[in-house]
């Protein structure tokens, strides 16, 4: 899972294994947070880190096989609650974090989803939920609750990729592509654009996928305004 410009991850269920590790993520990530404001209690931190590993559906970030971080992605009958989003020191401020969560929006996107999530008020990592058009819905006295709307794509776009004309179309199956014809028949492109592709970056994505065939003519992919 990556886009250009942003590091590739993969993420694989957690196992019964992978406790001691997520909670050190944990501790690495948000305990100076934690600790800044009611100090940092061991045993009890570890009961209630215990109590969300049984309750969630943890996952675990890795980078080339290695493990680096944690999520729960709980797909709830309406809506995404995205948490337990803890990335380790060593691979933070690399466009890790923005990857994951762009990768679980561009999903609740698909299936026009909000997603909500909390985090503590005093943590710098609101500027990421702000970029990504989270918006604060309640609070408590030291969490801020925010959700996001599902962003819907237009239904219907259309590209001039170097002299062919391609339409792309949001379906409930994802995006499809197809070659619009001087006579105005379509014809199916077996290219998938990936949930990670935002609308904004399908023109680039065309772009890079049909390079090839760019001429000194035709140097780029232009989207075509109807």
């Known amino acids: 899972m990556t886009s250009p410009g942003i590091m590739t991850f993969a993420l694989r269920p957690a196992t019964p294994d992978d406790f001691e590790f997520a909670f050190e993520a944990k501790r690495d990530a948000l305990g100076p947070y934690i600790a800044e404001r009611w100090g940092w209690d061991d045993a009890l931190q570890t009961q209630h880190h215990r109590k969300q590993w049984v309750e969630k559906p943890w996952q675990i970030i890795l980078c080339a096989g290695i493990p680096v971080g944690t999520v729960s992605i709980h797909w709830k009958p ?51 939920y702000t970029r990504h058009d989270f918006r604060i819905v309640s609070e408590s006295e030291s969490h801020y609750f925010v959700v996001r709307s599902p962003k819907m794509m237009a239904r219907k776009l259309k590209f001039d990729v170097f002299g062919t004309i391609m339409v792309v179309e949001a379906a409930v199956s994802g995006r499809r592509v197809f070659v619009l014809g001087t006579d105005g028949k379509r014809s199916p492109v077996p290219l998938p654009i990936p949930d990670f592709v935002s609308e904004r970056e399908i023109l680039q994505y ?21």
Not at 85 to 91: D, E, L, N, R
């Open 206 to 226: 065309l772009d890079d996928m049909f390079h090839e065939r760019a001429t000194p003519e035709r140097p780029s992919v232009v989207q075509i305004m109807t």
């Open 78 to 128: 309406t809506h995404l609650q995205f948490g337990e989003f803890y990335i380790t020191s060593s691979h933070r401020r690399q466009g890790l974090g923005t990857a994951v969560l762009s990768d679980s929006l561009k999903q609740a996107d698909h299936r026009r989803f909000e997603t909500r999530l909390e985090y503590l008020k005093w943590n710098p990592v609101a500027s990421l």
